[in-house]
């Protein structure tokens, strides 16, 4: 795995080649600016497969850097870690919105910072293989670049949708922020009602428009409350997290989302018949550590959403059963 990393600490350029060298990752390039890391990116034939970077530089700033990087071509899901003495949610919160994968505080324990990048280099293998894996066959012609209709479980990236991040990065955020003792958060997941069935009658660009619909809804919904981030995980369900002091309303977060559904129905454009709904599960405010048990609170939090909708579809059988008798 080629690594490069950009820090105006020439100590820490320094140290970190040794120390993944330990590891068994000797590809390691460095530069102590932003500017000089992009040119090394455009100019590099190979491409880098994982990037380490400072936030605090002189000049353009690692936030300001992992946001290029992602524009570049090659580089929309390459694992960005950024390695920081920055511990404060603002820094946290911007660092996840511009596409970083991960986040390492200085001084870092050398035994945690292999721990990442093996994280680091599985993310990279993933994603390199899902490439190289053909997707479903199309049932219909569909936009240039957007490939086959992944399966109904697939997660995607709605590089559209303003404060969605792959699943991975999502699940470090909230670790760093239980690792900061920043716990005022609020965890939920929002199921698409009828989502399979949407998928099935509909082709890849009609999907991915409902899906950016009900995407750019729920990013309504939660900037109105603050800092939201969200991933769409497949099968229709989004999880989010968004800053809270209080643990909010599942009615109120359901009602705002669906709202903001209505009002972008127009940008639809008739992808779909029925009016489209969602089913949202109860909060969560858990104090976790890691970003393993961050992946826990996210499948309970989709299972509460699962159990909401299988509820509501439940409750319209029985009153459909109740019409005919």
């Not at 820090?7 to 500017?35: K, M, N, R």
């Not at 003792?181 to 409902?210: C, M, P, W």
Request: glycine share 8%; proline share 4%.
């Amino acid at each position: 795995m080629r690594i490069l990393a950009v820090d105006d600490d020439v100590f820490i350029l320094e140290l970190l080649p040794v120390v993944l060298s330990d590891f068994g990752y000797d590809d390691v390039a460095v530069t102590t600016s932003a500017q000089q890391a992009l040119s090394m990116i455009e100019s590099d034939d190979r491409g880098f497969d994982c990037l380490f970077l400072d936030i605090h530089m002189s000049g353009m700033d690692g936030i300001e850097l992992c946001r290029r990087v992602r524009a570049m071509p090659g580089y929309k899901t390459t694992p960005i870690v950024m390695l920081t003495s920055m511990t404060d949610k603002a820094h946290i919160d911007w660092a996840f919105a511009a596409g970083a994968t991960d986040y390492v505080t200085k001084p870092f324990d050398v035994t945690e910072l292999g721990a990442r990048v093996r994280v680091a280099e599985k993310l990279h293998a993933a994603h390199t293989a899902a490439l190289e894996t053909p997707a479903e066959e199309p049932a219909e012609p569909v936009e240039a670049g957007m490939g086959g209709k992944p399966g109904f479980d697939a997660a995607q990236r709605l590089e559209e949708v303003e404060g969605t991040v792959e699943s991975e990065a999502l699940a470090n955020y909230l670790g760093q922020l239980s690792k900061a003792r920043l716990y005022n958060s609020n965890i939920f997941a929002i199921k698409i009602d009828q989502a399979e069935v949407i998928h099935a009658q509909t082709g890849h660009s009609e999907y991915y428009e409902v899906l950016k619909a009900v995407g750019g809804a729920i990013g309504d919904a939660l900037g109105r409350r603050g800092f939201f981030l969200m991933s769409y995980t497949g099968s229709g369900v989004f999880v989010c997290i968004f800053q809270s002091e209080q643990t909010e309303s599942r009615d109120a977060l359901e009602r705002d989302v669906q709202d903001a559904i209505e009002q972008r129905a127009p940008d639809l454009h008739g992808a779909v018949a029925a009016p489209i709904t969602v089913s949202a599960g109860e909060p969560l405010k858990p104090h976790i550590s890691s970003a393993k048990r961050s992946a826990r609170i996210f499948r309970v939090a989709i299972a509460r959403a699962e159990g909401k909708h299988e509820e509501k579809a439940a409750l319209l059988q029985d009153q459909a059963f109740r019409r005919v008798i």
